[in-house]
């Protein structure tokens, strides 16, 4: 793993939560982005080198509005950016850690993203991210 991609915060309402962090971080948030596929709108700020994903659930039975109604408000995920996701997927798998995905997936902020259940971290949900290229198939 290269570096920590961001830090994913599940909030109940977006906007809200995007008043707040610009306050706190002293910057707007650079992009505003849907994900249909896992019912949850995001929302993406920069902080020197690192970024910070607000998630706010679509719908009632997305993993975020689950999360919140289980645990409420607060770090949902912490993210790693990899070279080669597929690699490192497998190199996981090897080492004993449960994986969500069986395959990458095209997520937010054009990554291709993967999750290692927490049940196999120490309670914490991560994700795999790769940056997308045109020549990717999935």
Known sequence: MN???HLGI????????NLLFEKLLGSAHYKIEEVASEGVRTSF???????????????????IAKFIA????GVHHVAFAV????AEMARLKKE?????????KL???????AFVHP???????????QEASSESSI
């Open 96 to 104: 004993g850690f449960t994986l969500i995905n069986e395959a990458p």
């Open 70 to 73: 289980k645990k409420g408000e």
């Open 107 to 113: 997520g937010a902020d054009n990554k291709l993203v």
């Open 45 to 63: 700020f920069k902080t020197g080198p690192n970024k910070i994903e607000l998630l706010e659930a679509t719908s009632e039975d997305s993993a």
């Open 119 to 129: 049940k196999s971290a120490n309670g914490i949900l991560i994700e795999l991210c």
């Open 83 to 86: 070279t080669d996701i597929v």
């Open 3 to 5: 570096k920590i991609e």
């Open 10 to 17: 599940a909030v109940q309402n977006l906007e809200a939560s």
